[in-house]
C-alpha cells in the first residue's frame, strides 16, 4: 500500500522541455509515493517518451522544479537518486548470461579476477526478491521476451531501487508472462518501491495502478486517483475530443471492389479479410505490433502469407511485388528512411526510381534517361515540396518533404490501388494538411487507398471506414458516421486478458 | 535430446571438436603413420602459429571487429626482428623491438578503428598495405638469414615437449583467463553483442577495442618469432596471407563474425583441424594443388551449416508466434 506519511520519493512541478525553440511537453506536475503505482498515459506523440526521459535523467527540463525525497534538484541522476527506467527496446546483450547482464556496471571480485560466483549470488538474491525462477547462467538468448523483460527489471532494480519507469513492459509478452510480469509489480509495491506505468492497455492500466497522469500534445490535461475516474472518462481525455469534425472532402466511394482479402494469414497475423472499393479510403488503426504493416505488406508481396487476394474482382494467384505493381498497386512505407528513400541520391531519382523504366531513353538502347527531369519537376510542383532544387541530396529534406518525395515517386505510377503506411509520420502540421488533402483528391478521382496509421485523429478525418487490428486479428469495423474515437482506442488496446474475462 | 541440444549449441565449439576428432579417427584408419606420436606432434607444431594468432583474432572477432593486416604484422616484425639481428646481434634487444612493435602495430589498428570510426576491414586493409610496404622498405625485399640459436624457439625443446607447442600452451591459458575470469573479457563479449548498448551501459567500449587489437598485434609478434626460427631466416613476403588461414580457424571454431559469442578453445581446435586436413591429404598422398581446395570447400561447409541452423531456429520462433496469434480469439 502506498504510504502517504512518507515524502514522497519524486515531486516534479511545471515540468517543460522544449527543442530548439518547440515546446514538446509542458506544465507536467504530480507526486510518487513509495509503494505506489503511477500510470502515465497518452496516444502516440503526446510526449509521454519525452517525459519518460526526463524522469529517468536522460534529459534535462527546459524548465519546472524537480524534489528528490523532498530535496530540490535541477536535474535527476538516476543512480544518485535511486530512480531506473526500463525502456520499450531491451537493452541486454544477448550472448551473455543473466548473472552477466545484471552485474556488467559492477562486477564483484577483482579487476582481473572476477568474482563469477558472487555474481551469480547477487543476481540469484535479486531474482528471488522479485520471486522469479530464472537460471542466472543461462544465456538471455535462451529465455523468452517475459523472462528477458524480467531480467531487465531485476537489473534496474540492483542499482537504483526506489522508482521504476516501465515503458510499455507487456507489448511483447503473452498472456501468461503478462500476468508473471504484474505479481512482480505487486510485489514492488509491497517493498515500498514505486512504478511509473506507461501502457496503451487500458485494462492494465486500470488493473495496477493507484494515480495516473494523462498527456495529450504535449500538456498534461488530467491526473489524481484512478479509482475515482471511469474509464471512459480516461479515454476521453486523451483523446480529447469523442467524434471527429472533418473539414476535408474526401467524395463518396463507388461501389465498385477494387481489392479485396480473403482470409489472410501468415506469422505475424490471422484469418485477416477485408475489401475496398474504389474511391474509398480504409483505415486501418490498432497499437504498434498489431500486425498492421505486415499485412499491408503481404497484400503488396513484400512478406509471404497465405489466403486470397483478389484485385479488381481477379484472384491474384502469384502476390509478387512486381506482380502487384502491374496490377497498379502502390505501397509507400512506413519507414523512410530505412526502406523508402535513397538517401544519398537526388530528389529526381528518387521520383523516378518506382518507374524507371517509362525514362529509359530508346533513342539508344537502355541508354540514358530522358524526360527525368521533366517529370520529376511536374511532381515536385504537384505535391509542393519545397526544395531548392531537383539535384538536391533527399537526405537534407526536412521530414514533411521527404514524405512527399515519396508519395511523388509512388503517384508518378499512377496507382489505382494506394497503401500508405503511416503516411505523416514525424512531418509537420502544414506538410500534414498537403498530404491529407491529397489522399482526399486521389479517393476523389477514383483510387482506392488503405491507410496504416498510430494516429487516430488522421484515421477519423480522411477515411470512410475504419477497421481495427489487434494482436494479429481484425477485431471491428466503422463507418464514418458511427466513427467513435473512444471506441475505437478501447478496441484496439484491449488485450488477451480483458476478452478471456 | 533437448538437453543434449542445449549444451551442443551453447558450447558450439563441440562441433568442431567432434569433426576434429572424427577426422583423426579417420585418418588414423587410412594411414598407420597417422596416430604416431611424432605426427601428432608435428601437427600441433605447424598449427602453433596460426593457433596462437587466432586466439587474438577471436579477442578482436567477439568485438565484432577483424584484422586482415596481421599477416603485414607478421612480416614486418619478423623483418624487425631480422634486421636488428643483423646489425646488433643482440638478441634482448630484437625480441624487445619486434614484440614492441607487433603491440604498437596492433594499437594503430585499434586506434584507427576507435577514433575514425570506419570499419576495421577497410581500416586494416589500409593498415594492411601500409605494414607490407614498411617491411619491403625496411629490408629491401631481402632473405636475411637469422642465427642458428633462433632454432630452438622453432624445433628445440623443453622437458621434451616442442617450444612451439609450449608456447602454444601459454598463450592459450593467458587468452582462457583473460575471456574468462576478468573484466575486460566481459566487456569483449558485450561489445560484440551491441557496441551501442554497450555504451549506453558506460562501459569503456574505446579503451577495450584498442586492447583487443593490442592483443591481435602480440600474438601475431610471438607467432612471427615462431615462424622466423622455424624457415630459418627472412623470406620476403613471409606470412602475407595468413591472416586468412587465422580468420578460417576462429569461424570453424565457433565464434561468430558479427561477434558476441566465441570461445578460445574452438579457435585453437580451429587451427589444428585445418593442420589435420593437410596432413590427411599429405598422408593420401594427394596432390598439393587441391589442398586449398579441400580448405575452402570445409569452410564453406561450416559457414553453411551454421547458417542453416540459425535460420532453422529463427523460423521455429516465428512459427511460435504464429500459434500464438492463432490461439487468441479475434471475437471482441
Redesign the interface.
Known sequence: MPDLQAAPILSVKNLRKSFSGKTVVDDVSFDVYPGEIVALVGENGAGKSTTKNMLCGLLQPSSGEIFVAGAPVTQIKGLEHGISAVHQEL??????SVA?NMC??D?PGA????DWKQADRVAQEQLDFLGIEIDTKA?VE?LGAGKQQVVEIAKALLHADKLLILDEPTTSL??PEREKLFVIMDRLREKGVAIIFISHFMDEVYRMSDKFIVLRDGKQVGNGYLKNVPRSKLEEMMVGRTIAESSIDIGIPTDVEAVRVQSL???????VSFKVNKGEILGIAGLMGA?RTEVVESLFGIRKSEGEIYIHGQRVNKVSIAAMKKLGLCYVTEDRRGKGLFGIRPVKENISAADILRFVSRRIKGFGFRGESVEAQKIVKKMNVAIPHIDSQVNNLSGGNQQKVMLGRWLATQPNICILDEPTKGVDIGAKFDIHNMIAALAKSGVAVIIVSSDLPELLEVSHRITIM???????EFQRDQFDSVKIIS?AA?S?FE?AH | MDRFK?TFS?KKWLAIALATLALGIALSLVSTAFLTFSNIQSVLVQASVTAIMAVGMTFIILTGGIDISMGAILFFTSSLFAKIMVETGSYSMAFTAAIGCACLLGAVNGLLVVRFKIIPLITTLATYTMYRGMAIHLTGAQNIPVPREMGFLGNGKLMGIPVPILLLAIVFVLGLYLLN????G??V??I???EQ??R????PVNWVTILVYVIGGLTTGIAALILLARVGGLQSGIGIGIEFTVIAAVVLGGTKLSG??GTIVGSVIGAVFLVLIDNGLNLLNASPYIYDIVKGVVLLAAVIIDKVSFERQAKHL??Q??L???S?????
Open positions: 537493452s541486454l546483450f544477448q550472448s551473455l552477466e556488467i556496471t562486477l579487476k582481473a579476477n572476477v544465456s535462451s503473452t498472456a494469414s501468415s506469422y505475424d497475423f490471422h484469418d500486425g489487434r494482436t494479429g486479428h481484425m477485431v471491428g478496441l484491449s488477451a476478452q | 542445449q551453447s575470469k576478468t573484466r575486460f566481459l566487456y563479449k558485450a560484440g553483442n551491441s548498448s554497450a549506453e551501459t558506460n562501459l558476441g559469442s516465428l512459427e508466434k504464429a500464438r496469434i492463432k487468441t480469439s479475434g471475437v471482441a
